[in-house]
Nanobody, 123 residues
Framework: QVQLVESGGGLVQAGGSLRLSCAAS????????MRWFRQAPGKEREFVAT???????YYATSAKGRFTISRDKAKNTVYLQMNSLKPEDTAVYYC?????????????????WGQGTQVTVSS
């Protein structure tokens, strides 16, 4: 079992920044891809970013150039630095982990989910 706990969400004005954290515990994460997804009200959960144990990263088109995913292996923590935030980035952001090889994943690929953290961007 893998437990994931997100933090760092909040309210920010458009153009601002937030950094989300995901603390992982349980099984060794060496074989897991760590991901961020988000879900806006009335919309399906969508992929945001992935970081693999190798350090390879993958991003949704909406995140490229603005978001950066990183990983502190010693702390078993994954981060999502979000810059130049837009109102359309408003969503609940979920940390996720799975052992699939896909760089870009869908929700059904995920084995473990965090509880989510709310990000609200005001215009």
């Amino acid at each position: 079992q893998v437990q994931l706990v997100e933090s760092g969400g909040g309210l920010v004005q458009a153009g601002g920044s937030l950094r989300l954290s995901c603390a992982a515990s349980g099984r060794t994460l060496r074989s897991y891809a760590m991901r961020w997804f988000r879900q806006a009200p009335g919309k399906e959960r969508e992929f945001v970013a992935t970081i693999k144990w190798t350090g390879d990263t993958y991003y949704a088109t909406s995140a490229k150039g603005r978001f950066t995913i990183s990983r502190d292996k010693a702390k078993n923590t994954v981060y999502l630095q979000m810059n130049s935030l837009k109102p359309e980035d408003t969503a609940v952001y979920y940390c996720a982990a799975d052992e699939t090889v896909f760089g870009i994943a869908t929700p059904r690929d995920v084995d473990y989910w965090g509880q989510g953290t709310q990000v609200t961007v005001s215009s």
